[in-house]
DNA sequence: GTGGTCTAGACCACC
DNA sequence: GTGGTCTAGACCACA
């Protein structure tokens, strides 16, 4: 994992957004034993307090479980993990349709747009 | 304007970025005279050899021209704006695309989650 | 390489037409390393940022090309040492044509003495 | 007159160069007086004596002439000052031909891109 | 006042 | 070691 913190958003939150994204794209498979809070904080140069907080909401939102004496683990819950999957999805398309809102494109424009991608890296491939 | 600032990308590099949004975006009109580098550096808390760097990428790109003693102005050339318009909306959508990517979606995937997006939005529309 | 500055022209733009005729004429061979930033500035008796100005300039129009940390080297594109090549020869045509022009002469007569300096030439060859 | 100087060529060399450019090109018609040298050399920001060995040169030249009492004049021998003018244009000539050499072309390039800027002009005269 | 250039020297990431 | 970025502050030409 590579940690670089934007100054736009607590830590803990870039934190969260992190393992969020490792899991839900696998990169972190199910039941995978997380490292201990000192290591990764450690890793992450951030204090142990605000490892700790983004370690704690990620088991609010289920992505993570604790077995008392063993350690964090990744949820083995498909369910679970596919419906973080689906949150970051339709966050990162409201974060991209909003952004080509504001350069002053219409969602027929943007759909168009897409195809016109789509070509190139056909052509790409090619 | 805002002026926060990532570590993830040179400080005149998100200059550059900021302001090419809103000249393409219409937020900074056409022919409009930009502050002076003094006035913006320090609005912006950057030393003015930065944002006089910033100032000439946008130069180079032809968003916008300088005027020896009386500043700098944003083009009035239709066509270079809409390019670099085009350029930031193909930006967008890479980066999109490889966000979604990341995730484990399908180019088939995303364009039915746009859908469910567009429809959504429609409800809270109505 | 020498380094002498004159002062109608920023030190910059004259170490990036050095650089470029030397590229250009082959006297730097495509593929070949350039000396380290610093040391170029040393020898140039410069600050290292002018230097790195000139060098990025270079870069921008495929002249040089960077390796992250292993220094710059000259582009091996001859497509694009033949056009800056092709640009400068323009450009010192036109200077030429415009410094005989302001001597009064025609461009009829500019050929006539080129062809003359050509006999003197072949003379001295003789 | 503009007086701006190089590093690469003593001043009073290039005061001479820049008279004998506006004599021979007609900028100083024949018989015009010049301004004293004490004038002249405070216009051109240069010592006195820096002012007034460069007029010595071009009196030795023949290019200008000293009336004891009344001044100095440009020259009224139309021999002469053609002399003047072959004389500029050779060296003209000269560095441009070496220009061209150390970029790589032959004699018959020269001619032949000379054209293409003949070419270039008309169209934009056009 | 404007933009433009330059120096001096710091710090960073990369390998 | 390499290139890249940034700051602080000076000086210039132009009008």
Chains 1, 2, 3, 4 share one sequence.
Do not use: C, H
Request: net charge negative; aromatic share 6%.
């Amino acid at each position: 994992m590579e940690w670089k913190f934007r100054s736009d958003l607590p830590i803990y939150a870039q934190i969260v957004e992190q393992f969020r994204q490792s899991i839900v794209s696998g990169k972190l498979s199910p039941g995978q034993r997380l490292e201990s809070v000192r290591d990764l904080s450690m890793e992450a140069g951030v204090n142990p307090n605000t490892m700790q907080r983004a370690l704690q909401e990620l088991e609010r939102e289920g992505l993570v479980y604790t077995q008392r004496t063993a350690g964090r683990f990744v949820s083995e819950d498909a369910a679970v993990i596919e419906r973080g999957k689906r949150a970051m999805a339709m966050e990162k398309i409201r974060e991209f349709l909003s952004a080509m809102n504001s350069l002053g494109y219409s969602r027929e424009e943007i759909l168009s747009l897409l195809s016109e991608e789509k070509e190139e890296e056909n052509n790409a491939d090619s």
